[in-house]
Structures are given as structure tokens and as C-alpha cells.
């Protein structure tokens, strides 16, 4: 259901939501329409010049402490909903999705708390000065839209800084993936947050929330993770009005792994960014480019390592890897597969769908997928799948990986494997991207900025740079008389 000024509100038009392990249906959702969309913003508007746009910092973000801890208490209600909606095994979930979700608002809240604003001092003709100190505002009701592979936690990440920085939002998430954020709605009520800071809407794209909300008059900044082209609507529908985004996108990342690197550890770090929740992340690796002299020992260790993971039902704490979002996302990613052989991949191992037992065996499930011996002009290695794949070609000269990795339209995330420190610092910057990782992959600093260069990405969130997008800067300045 909807959830709007406090209240969860169900209409006219449902749509199925489905387990991708089974693909069999699991609920009704309840699709907002223009006139949700219009109420969602307007109570927004409502909280704003309420309690909540009155409310003291120390009172906001009491309320946020308080919203971390009480979905810490339903903890196991957040993880089975996420789990259901997207099929993860609950041993990646209790690790990442629910607490890094919880503690976004805890992060934030404290960055609010603590990180002051500039001072200026200057000399006047009179012989006097003037001060000027910056006062941060929030920039009013923000529209959030999401994605559907980390829903929580990417949802959080946008809805923790927007509430710490005093603002209200309209979430909508994926239509793939209702459920925690639906969740969310009872706990801001349980811990009094007012109504109306919160409010959530759902429905697709085109025709429907996505876009009655990103068109609103009433929406005065949109922050969005996704795919680059819906990015790139959502930014067309942002320049009516002149209204901020923030938009963090594909991405179609390079790990690159030299011979002097640490093996097993290039290796685990690999086997993760590929294959981890899928290989639905935006951060993960779809392109290796390995050194000449560890190619083939490379090779051979990345298809024992995918072999060896087990596919399974979220419940079973064998489980390693959970099958893709849905039955669309599954088409996409075996017409990949089939596109590989048909630009003269070598197959080292999977592309296919894997014999599952019971109710499994409807689910959307893509075994993990190596591929060697693609040209660099293939689209397999041009273009995102964001399934359980990827490409490993050898390279000689560090020069010549860096074109290699560097000759894409995305630039959102790098991981290099190296024990030589300035090789490290020196691929590091010239890599075209938003974040480098040197020695490991995944690693968050939650005060650190987030995002994309090239097509993924404009802006960055975390930490301060979070402030940047959530709130308005005003310069006061002060004439002092004699
Ligand atoms: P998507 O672009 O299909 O959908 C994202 C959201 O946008 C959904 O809520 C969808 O309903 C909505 N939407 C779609 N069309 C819209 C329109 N015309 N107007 C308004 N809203 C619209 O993306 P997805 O398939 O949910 O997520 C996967 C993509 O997200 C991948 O490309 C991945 O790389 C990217 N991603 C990026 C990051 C990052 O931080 N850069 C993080 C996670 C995922």
C-alpha cells in the first residue's frame, strides 16, 4: 500500500508482486495514481511548514536515533520482506541490507550534528567589517526514486540525509521491490515522526508514479538510483522548474589485477564483485582485465570459485547466490549470454539456467557466467548487464589497461589488485571513475563521497556532499557599525 501524510492508502489499480525464486506471486500492490502522487507531495509540503520544518535539530535527530533502533527491534520483519521481494539470501541481507539501511539514518543524523558551516570575516570601506557565516535550509520536498537491488538500503541512503537535513520526501520505489519501504511507513509512525515526512508511493515509471512524481510542481529537488536512460528522463523532467537532481546510475566497471597483487585475496575480491546479490550491484565488475602472467592461473581460480557457489532459496544458510529480480531481468541477461557466443566469447563457465529443484525451478535463476576472448568492441563487454557475469582479458603494460578499462561511457567504480603502492595511487587517479578501490571492493566509508563520473552519475552523495544536495546554503553577511 500507499503510505501518505501517516496513513496507508490502497486504490483502484493493484499489480502482482512476485518472489524471483519461484516467480510465483506474493502480494497485491496498490499503484499510486495522480491524485496519490498529488496528496503524497501535498502532505509533504503540509509537514514542512508543521512540526516537523519548526522542529529542533536535537529533536529531529532524537527521532532518527529512535527510527534506527525501532527497525533494529523488527529487524526480522525488514529481512524477510527484503527477501521475498528480491530473492537475496538472508545471510547477504542480515549483513548489508537491513543494518547498512538502519544505520543510514544514524550516520546522517550525526554528520547533520556535527559538521559546521563557514565563517568569513572582511574589512569595509568605513573602516568596519562585515561577517558572513553560511545557514543551511533544507531544500524542501525531495522526490526519491529507486532501484530495486539494494531496496532498503539504497532507499535509506537518499531518505536518512534528506530527513536529517530537516526536509520531507515522496519515496517511490521500484515496482520490483515494495515491500521494506512500505515497512518503513509503520515504524516512522511507531517513533513520531511527524505525518507527512514520510510518505511513499508506488507504481512503475512512464505513465505512472515514477513520472506523475518527478513531474510535480511541488517536488522541489529528485534524487534517483537507476538505470542511466531512465536517469536521463528523470533529469529532462527536473530542468521544468529549474529543480536539482542527483542521479547515480549504470555502470560497467573494470577490476584490474597485476601480477604482483595478493592472488587469493584478488581472487575472493573478484569472485564477490562479480557474483555478489547476483551480480546486481552497481559497483560490481563485469570487466577483469588480469596481467599476462596470471592469466590463465587467474582464469582457472575464478571458474573453481564460481562453480563452487551455491544457489539456493534465501532461507538456507548454504545459499551464496539468489537468482535475478525477475523473469525481464533474466531474458536480458541470457540474451547476453547468447550475444557472447555469438561475438566469439570462449564460455570458461555457466550462461545458462540451472536445473533447480521443487518450486525453484520457475524461479529466475542465471548460473555464474565467465567469458574469456571477447574483443573490446563486443557489446558484451561495452554495455551493462548487471547479472552474474563477466569478461577476463589479459593485458601487458599498465599504460595499456588503462585505455582498455578507462574506454567505456560509464565511469562508477574501479577495483585494483596490486602490492606496489605508487602503481596503486597512479592507476587510481587516472582511472575515469567515482570510486577506486585498491586491494579490496565494496568498502564504504559512509563520510566518503558516492558517485559516478561519465554516464554514471552526476553529483555525489555521503557524508558532507550529502548536505550539498539536501540543503540550501545561504550566505548571511553582517555589517557591523561603528
Ligand atoms: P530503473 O532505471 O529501471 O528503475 C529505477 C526507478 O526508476 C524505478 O523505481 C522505476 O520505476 C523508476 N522509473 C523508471 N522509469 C521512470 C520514468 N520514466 N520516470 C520516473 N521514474 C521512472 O533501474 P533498476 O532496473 O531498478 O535498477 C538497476 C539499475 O540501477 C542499473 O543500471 C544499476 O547500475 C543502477 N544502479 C546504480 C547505482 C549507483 O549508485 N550508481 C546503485 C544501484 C543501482
Known amino acids: 500500500m500507499n503510505f501518505i501524510n501517516g496513513d496507508f492508502v490502497a486504490t483502484g489499480n493493484w499489480f502482482e508482486n512476485r518472489t524471483p525464486t519461484s516467480n510465483m506471486v506474493i502480494g497485491q500492490v496498490a499503484e499510486a495514481g495522480k491524485a496519490e502522487v498529488d496528496a503524497a507531495v501535498a502532505a509533504a509540503r503540509a509537514a514542512l511548514k508543521g512540526p516537523w520544518g519548526s522542529m529542533p535539530l536535537?529533536?529531529?535527530i532524537e527521532l532518527l536515533?529512535?527510527?534506527?533502533?525501532?527497525?533494529?527491534?523488527r529487524f526480522d520483519e525488514f529481512l524477510e520482506a527484503e527477501c521475498a521481494d528480491t530473492g537475496k539470501p538472508?545471510?547477504?541481507?542480515?549483513?548489508?541490507?537491513i543494518p547498512r539501511g538502519a544505520v543510514n539514518f544514524k550516520v546522517f543524523a550525526d554528520i547533520v550534528k556535527n559538521v559546521p558551516t563557514e565563517f568569513f570575516e572582511m574589512a569595509t570601506p568605513d573602516g568596519m567589517f562585515c561577517i558572513n557565516y553560511g545557514y543551511r535550509t533544507p531544500v524542501g520536498v525531495v522526490g526519491v526514486i529507486c532501484p530495486w537491488n539494494l531496496p532498503f538500503l539504497l532507499m535509506t541512503w537518499k531518505v536518512g540525509p534528506a530527513l536529517a537535513c530537516g526536509n520531507a520526501v515522496v519515496v517511490k520505489p521500484s515496482e520490483e521491490t515494495p515491500r521494506t519501504a512500505t515497512l518503513l511507513g509503520e515504524v516512522m509512525n511507531k517513533v513520531g515522526i511527524p505525518k507527512g515526512v514520510y510518505n511513499v508511493v508506488h507504481g512503475f515509471g512512464p505513465n505512472s508514479a515514477g513520472e506523475f512524481l518527478t513531474s510535480h510542481p511541488g517536488v522541489d529537488a529528485l534524487t534517483f538510483t537507476g538505470e542511466t536512460r531512465t536517469g536521463e528522463i528523470i533529469m529532462k523532467a527536473a530542468a521544468n522548474g529549474s529543480r536539482p537532481v542527483s542521479?547515480?546510475?549504470?555502470?560497467?566497471?573494470?577490476?584490474?589485477?597485476f601480477a604482483d597483487c595478493d592472488f587469493d585475496a584478488a581472487i575472493e575480491g573478484t569472485l564477490r564483485s562479480a557474483f555478489a546479490n547476483c551480480g546486481q550491484v552497481c559497483l560490481g565488475t563485469e570487466r577483469v582485465y588480469v596481467e599476462r602472467q596470471i592469466f590463465d592461473k587467474f582464469v582457472a581460480a575464478m571458474k573453481v570459485g564460481a562453480e563452487n557457489l551455491k544457489l539456493g532459496a534465501p532461507d538456507d544458510p548454504a545459499t551464496n547466490m539468489g537468482p535475478l529480480i525477475s523473469k525481464e531481468?533474466?531474458?536480458?541477461?541470457?540474451s547476453y549470454c547468447k550475444l557472447a557466443i555469438e561475438e566469439g566469447a570462449t564460455v570458461v563457465t555457466g550462461g545458462c539456467v540451472p536445473d533447480m529443484p521443487g518450486e525453484l525451478k520457475d524461479g529466475c535463476w542465471v548460473q555464474p557466467t565467465i567469458w574469456t576472448g571477447l574483443p573490446e568492441t563486443a557489446r558484451v563487454i561495452k554495455e551493462e548487464i548487471f547479472g552474474p557475469c563477466c569478461h577476463i582479458a589479459p593485458f601487458d603494460t599498465e599504460e595499456e589497461v588503462l585505455e582498455k578499462a578507462n574506454d567505456n561511457k560509464y565511469g562508477l567504480a574501479t577495483a585494483i589488485w596490486t602490492n606496489n603502492v605508487s602503481r596503486a595511487?597512479?592507476?587510481?587517479?587516472?582511472?575515469e571513475v567515482g570510486i577506486a578501490w585498491v586491494n579490496s571492493w565494496f568498502l564504504r566509508d559512509l563520510r566518503t563521497p558516492f558517485g559516478g563520473a561519465k554516464q554514471s552519475g552526476i553529483g555525489r552523495e555521503?557524508?558532507?556532499?550529502?548536505?550539498?544536495f539536501y540543503t540550501e546554503l545561504k550566505n548571511v553577511c553582517i555589517k557591523l557599525q561603528a
Open 90 to 97: 538472508k545471510s547477504l541481507a542480515s549483513h548489508i541490507d
Open 425 to 431: 595511487h597512479r592507476v587510481a587517479q587516472k582511472m
Open 247 to 257: 542521479l547515480e546510475m549504470g555502470g560497467k566497471n573494470a577490476a584490474i589485477v
Open 462 to 468: 555521503g557524508g558532507v556532499h550529502s548536505l550539498e
Open 329 to 334: 531481468h533474466q531474458n536480458k541477461v541470457l
Open 65 to 73: 536515533e529512535a527510527l534506527v533502533a525501532e527497525i533494529n527491534n
Open 58 to 60: 536535537a529533536r529531529r
